[in-house]
């Protein structure tokens, strides 16, 4: 496996086809090998970035203490068969002078454009950068960011990018919570009252498929723990699915999670 950090070198080892693409922010965990195992079975050369990108972490937020270890992430994409690590530094992919930005309008808006004003701006132009870098013929994405996912497929679709989004469902805990590098971050008992969320989108689920209000459901498992800070419960559609979508945050940690109500990945 080679590992690359800057743009130049990645142009320079990365060939023209055959390559799937999997982004991440590092700090590996099974959800993200879930993305590794569905690229290596579908592309000749696989490859991955870790890069923590400042510009979709709002001020305030925990770009300082997003989990970073890569000596632990580049052993896991060595062992899921990773040909090639894109891992650049900051001022590689920003540097002086940058000033180009992609703005995705209506997928950005509401859910997590509404929390975090200028995330997914961060998001887009990154994963352009990134498609324009290692010209990718695939690209694997997760559920378990749903709004992402679906601002990545406007994106590629609104500027005819040459590459092919797929997605891959959340993988979670035994206990239901999903696989997130922030999970890191909680304590013991904010880790114990999280699994309320993954509770209420599997309540909302069963009610929608009852005919009932999936959200006032989802809603009703959240309000019964009071330490929970709940900042939104709401169904969206993204390119024919419908998902149940909820934000809340445990102690200074934010999660989000969502469940399918209708369509398929
Ligand atoms: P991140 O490193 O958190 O930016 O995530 C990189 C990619 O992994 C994104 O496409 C995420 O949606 C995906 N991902 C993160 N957590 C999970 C999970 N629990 N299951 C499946 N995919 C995930």
Not at 76 to 85: F, Q, R, T, W, Y
Not at 86 to 110: I, N
Not at 237 to 249: D, P
Request: hydrophobic share 45%; glycine share 8%.
């Amino acid at each position: 496996m080679k590992v690359v950090r800057t743009v130049d070198d990645a142009r320079a080892a990365i060939p023209s086809a055959g390559v799937g693409l999997v982004p991440t922010m590092g700090a590996l965990h099974a959800g993200h090998v879930a993305l590794l195992r569905a690229a290596r079975a579908e592309n000749e050369t696989l490859v991955a970035s870790i890069f923590v990108n400042p510009t979709q972490f709002g001020p305030g937020e925990d770009y300082g203490e997003y989990p970073r270890d890569e000596e632990r992430d580049l052993h896991v994409a060595e062992a899921e068969g990773v040909d090639l690590v894109f891992a650049p530094s900051v001022d590689g992919m920003y540097p002086d002078g940058f000033q180009t930005w992609v703005e995705v309008e209506q997928v950005a808006r509401g859910l997590e454009g509404a929390a975090r004003p200028e995330h997914f701006r961060g998001v887009a132009t990154a994963c352009l950068k990134l498609f324009n870098i290692v010209r990718p013929a695939r690209a694997y994405f997760g559920q378990k960011d749903a709004q992402q996912a679906a601002l990545v497929e406007q994106l590629v679709r609104d500027l005819n990018v040459p590459v092919e989004i797929r997605l891959v469902s959340t993988v979670r805990d035994e206990d239901g919570l999903a696989l997130s590098s922030r999970n890191a971050l909680l304590s013991s008992e904010e880790r114990a009252t999280a699994i309320a969320l993954p509770r209420a989108l599997s309540r909302g689920k069963l009610a929608f498929a009852s005919g009932e209000d999936p959200i006032a459901a989802a809603r009703a498992v959240l309000d019964a723990e009071p330490s929970l800070g709940v900042d939104y419960v709401e169904t969206a559609r993204f390119n024919g699915r419908v998902h149940l979508l909820a934000a809340v945050r445990a102690g200074r940690t934010r999660l989000i999670d969502n469940v399918l109500l209708e369509g398929s990945l």
